[in-house]
């Protein structure tokens, strides 16, 4: 099971869509979680966006978070 968090409202404050909604991978970063595509902090207090959050075993559709988590999967170790 993964995290994945959904940003209702965006850094600045403002709503987020819900067409344009979609469910990120995080990460930690410095003790806190960050969406790995734009590395803006989820955790309350750490960021100003909004979120909602789940633990699933698959769902991230943020297309960008998928490119770097492929990206990652392409290296060699
Ligand atoms: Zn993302």
């Given at each position: ?28 970063f ?48």
């Amino acid at each position: 099971m993964q995290t994945v968090v959904k940003q209702l409202v965006n850094e600045d404050g403002e709503v987020v869509p819900v067409d344009e909604q979609v469910w990120h991978a995080v990460r930690d970063f410095a003790g806190d979680n960050a969406l790995v595509c734009t590395g803006e902090y989820t955790s309350f207090g750490s960021g100003h966006g909004t979120y909602e959050s789940k633990k699933m075993h698959t769902g991230i559709t943020c297309k960008d978070c998928r490119a770097v988590i492929s990206a990652f999967h392409k290296l060699k170790l």
